[in-house]
């Protein structure tokens, strides 16, 4: 059967332009190129997609299968050339809904997905933790594309002021650490870049869990343990101070990277002495933070 | 005792500003005045309340326990005193804020809570139909105060693009609607003014009910489920209709609205035979909106 | 117009009994009595509220409004009549709908609500704290009801294991509290009995409060922070020991409970050191609980 | 240095038992055996689990570490070896976690993944659907293993109720099927056996999509949608008819399970004419479900 009419080209009733039109949650595994050990473990994510394009002011509906199709190409295509990053992969979807909706002026992809990555405890045990990955894309007709790609990583943290507090009302204080409240921080780290610039996942993953008090272990036996603890509260950290702390080495780390680099970090620490979150935030171009760090 | 030291007030190791310090996730109830019916019911609500400043690069850290400390007093004066609107309470608070953090540049605060409406079924039964309230303000200092009201509305579309499609699979039409999925619709709007403005959230909520394919009720007696499903069918609305249909109506209802008040409408539909969503979204100022409906 | 027929009266096709049939997630402000200050604060819980019967295996249909129906009723009575509680609410509940579903031997009331309670912090600042009500019953036809009152209470916990390790390792110890790894914790306690018994959600919550290392709080100036980390150190404890503290509390404060009683204590800790949580949960009757006790 | 403290021995101060202790939301990719196409795509689920030990009163603590060393042992080898369903991990731990708590009486383990399986819609696409697996095992010493594999499937259903009334009121009907409100249901189901009897995950997503109104598909293109559309309107269903159906063809399809086998399902719908959810549930034992088939 053909079926000849088309709804969604129909014009649209009122005039208004939609700055988005897509779909959300969409589930799908995608293959990517792992490097070193345990590679079996970590190919295929298993990731929630949302895809977007605008739709002009006189045209009714935007063809949401099409976004569907352009995922499903490219899942399909991961199978037998594994992908190089999920970030690559919303930039190259973007592209393609460019020419599936030939209305659009814009096109977006946004990734999520839980990722594993090997980590070594304080005392030298091997252990496999648990990240999430974030990455998007936004493509303008004639204009390029824009990658994103970042982490969500659980760490620790414990309170400078709560140990400065009880160091005074104790009168403690000397050779060991003075207790605190510590507690799950949760530091998010976004980088948005030209298609042509590199920012690899781990290396962000790396940098935010050497800005908490401590980084955190799914298998910690008692001395490893022991040294969490005592780490964390050798190096007592606000949410101000772990923002910084990743600002300071992306600055370090990426000297080269353009000055319209757009960073993002979030850190939200769930007090253990409040039942509500303590947060900090910033968003910056790469150019502001050099100058800032200067 | 008095514990002289601060170490919020330190200077920061690293020297980078923060767009954002402060609390999400608290609870609390604030008071406000409500009109007609079934005042009792709803006069204390539930409310998630974020709360931010900004942190200029010289200082080590925002003092968290003061944004609790503002909020507290204003829950407290709600008990003598009524508030109007939850996004007056937010202006205020904003403006609270300025004082009582004098290093801050900008303050935010954020609230939701749920919230009950009485409404009528298309057969005339009364209900009391559950919505969530978004509110929110941003002070900039010795700029003022933007604030902005909207709402989560949940209700329901029929699709009509498979209207059409069954329509010439079946050879059918004439008198009766023809069959379509339909499914729950989730349609977010928030319209952001100056301190001077006032939008009121009952009002949004209607805009948004009547750009559904039908509104949803909680209590529907035979009768009253076939006129919500026939009323629908004879209304079918894609996502992008019914972000269109809110523009539309928001233009029509503030005439006299600034031109820099921001507009913004999203509708999420849970297809019903997809696992995934459909969603539609339009940022905008009232000035783009004008001249769009012209 | 007389709507005839009844498509759930219909005879089942396939002949299987139902366990549970109904509604979930329905909201609705239910008016509660409430003693003492800032009564006005938190009369009108907003409730979220499940509801089902058993089916027959000779019936095709449970009558969900009438579901609906009998909240509706509830919730209008409080406005005039405030209830007592609401597992009293969901007992009466239960009753009503035996009435209104004819077929049904076994019906269920499940309803939670955020809710509000004065607290004290440690300098003797008064503060409002968030809890989680959990209220449920069940009637059986001929037998009567069976209600549960309960509460979710966030605390913090510091480890008493890491603690020890602590001591060993840097070999420290004497007047003051050595440093562990402390963070968030959620216990939950739930005493289901008969009809006639009664159990106050204030007590349940303070004697959860009682068996954390600290109970927290929302509004905690430099001093108290200071007190309550202290008070956390001087106190650790396992999750386990959270669950025994509040069964033998219970024990302790309920002396004539019926021994058929059921109790449920659960607490979850949000580990700082690891990115998963650790629990410990137990169910017994009183019978049981008062002979493990001597 | 040989930390020789083991606090967790220690005595408990509360003399009670408790039912179970351990972890929740530990994350572990775990690596399956699969058939046929698309093998790349699904070999490692990436696992959220929970772990717990019962605790003997004179014990203070569990070794919580203990229970993530058996995870990982298990996921290590299931690279060089992978495992033939979730279920069966689940049964192997609980038989490790009696070895490696040797205070413990009883063990058990849940397991939740994600897992993607192809799937055909009506005009014979292919297309790749999600679904959310559910294992679980319970071992007590010296009484052997009790397992459970089930699914969580999402659908569509029609409500037979409404496409009545609306026939009535308005006197349609003949060829065309009558609209109704449909919408996304949610239908889980799980069967518990013995170690030694084998349920297919694959079959029992199978028995689901058979009994909702029409299965549903992350891609239709517009011949596909109608006939979704058709074929659910044709096959109306409540909430209670998809919960027979699948028991209905689960005694169909396992007549040889034992008839202590225990059979849970729940099918639960986001009605798009409310804004709550219908549900319907049946608990019962292959036994009973085979009398009530007769």
Same mark, same amino acid.
């Given at each position: 059967m053909n079926l000849k009419c088309d709804v969604q080209y129909g014009k649209a009733d009122m005039g208004f332009r939609l700055t988005r039109v897509g779909v959300t949650g969409v589930r799908k595994p995608i293959i990517v190129k792992r490097k070193g050990v345990n590679n079996e473990l970590n190919r295929a994510l298993n990731c929630n997609i949302d895809i977007f394009v605008d739709l002009p002011a006189?045209?009714?509906?935007?063809?949401? @299968?099409r976004n569907v199709a352009v995922l499903t190409d490219v899942v399909l295509e991961s199978i037998s050339k594994p992908v190089a990053g999920l970030e690559t992969v919303a930039a190259d979807m973007c592209k393609r809904l460019l020419v599936h909706h030939e209305y659009a002026e814009v096109t977006g992809v946004y990734i999520t997905t839980n990722y594993f990555k090997p980590s070594v405890t304080p005392n030298g045990r091997e252990t496999y933790e648990v990240y999430k990955l974030i990455a998007k894309a936004t493509a303008v007709r004639g204009e390029g594309v824009r990658k994103t790609i970042g982490a969500e990583v659980i760490g620790m943290t414990a309170c400078p002021c709560a140990q400065q507090t009880v160091t005074e009302i104790m009168e403690c204080g000397g050779g060991t650490p003075v207790i605190s409240h510590n507690q799950r921080n949760i530091c998010t780290v976004t980088v948005t870049t030209g298609e042509d610039e590199e920012i690899e996942a781990d290396t962000l993953i790396d940098l935010v869990e050497a800005s908490f008090s401590s980084p955190t272990y799914e298998l910690l036996k008692r001395e490893d343990e022991g040294m969490v603890v005592i780490n964390a509260h050798k190096n007592p950290k606000f949410v101000e101070d772990v923002v910084r702390g990743v600002l300071k080495r992306i600055v370090e780390s990426y000297? %080269?990277? @353009? %000055?319209d680099a757009e960073i993002m970090v979030r850190s939200e620490s769930e007090e253990s002495i409040h039942k509500h979150n303590a947060f900090a935030q910033r968003e910056a171009t790469m150019g502001e933070l050099k100058e800032e760090a200067e």
């Open positions: 006189e045209q009714k509906g935007s063809h949401m @299968s000297p %080269d990277l @353009s %000055d």
